[in-house]
């Protein structure tokens, strides 16, 4: 079973509809992370999180917001999408072991805002 | 701003040949640095970290840091087909929260 999962895999959505993409972990770790990932520019923080009441503001939060539901669930929401969100989105995951700090990376859902 | 620096690429290499990756960070304060393996659609992946100046080998991978001059590189021997892919550099910057910076990648093509 995997690690970390992501549901959905993948999502087609029009300008101004609401999304919620889920991410559920099993490796027990605190630190959860939100990216996108746009051909040429790697991958961009959007929120992250370090423990169930901690919530933390990435380098492109915008029209983004996320919650954290439980140490094992972390969701993001596009409040109204637009078609610049399309992106493959990541979750991932860390134990927060300091200078060893070590991502792992849910799947991905690839979106598509039309 | 704490930027990390990647050659897009790609890269392409003969199979059986020497594979060398590089990367430049512009925080002198850096800690730790982490090298990532991307398939075309897949998640990263780690392969390697590295935090000490100097070698670290592991298998036909070879991480090689030089603080002072804010470089590191990844080095794949003998490489294989199976090792086309993008390569993703990391490093923790200074300032506490310990979240990795992302290089934009390097993709690398391993040809027959």
């Known amino acids: 079973d995997a690690d970390v999962t992501q549901t959905p895999r993948n999502r087609i959505t029009k300008t101004g509809k609401r999304i919620m993409l889920e991410c559920s972990q099993t490796k027990g770790h605190d630190r959860m992370y939100w990216y996108r990932q746009d051909p040429g520019l790697g991958l961009r923080l959007i929120y992250y999180?370090?423990?169930?009441?901690?919530?933390n503001k990435g380098e492109i939060s915008d029209g983004y917001s996320v919650s954290r539901q439980a140490q094992a669930k972390f969701s993001l929401s596009l409040e109204s999408a637009i078609p610049n969100q399309t992106a493959l989105y990541f979750c991932?995951?860390?134990?927060?072991?300091?200078?060893?700090?070590?991502?792992?990376f849910g799947p991905g859902t690839r979106l598509l805002v039309l | 701003q704490k930027e990390v620096e990647q050659n897009s690429g790609p890269l392409s290499v003969p199979e059986g040949a020497i594979a060398s990756l590089n990367c430049t960070y512009s925080d002198r304060g850096s800690q730790s640095f982490f090298w990532y393996r991307q398939y075309s659609g897949k998640s990263p992946e780690l392969i390697m970290s590295?935090?000490?100046?100097g070698d670290k080998e592991d298998g036909r991978f070879t991480a090689q840091l030089n603080k002072a001059s804010q470089y590191v590189s990844l080095l794949i021997r003998d490489s294989q087909p199976s090792d086309s892919a993008t390569y993703l550099c990391a490093v923790l910057t200074s300032g506490g929260s310990y979240i990795p910076t992302f290089g934009r990648g390097t993709s690398l093509i391993v040809h027959p």
């Open positions: 590295i935090y000490s100046n």
């Open positions: 999180s370090f423990d169930v009441k901690d919530i």
């Open positions: 991932a995951t860390s134990v927060g072991l300091a200078r060893q700090e070590t991502q792992y």
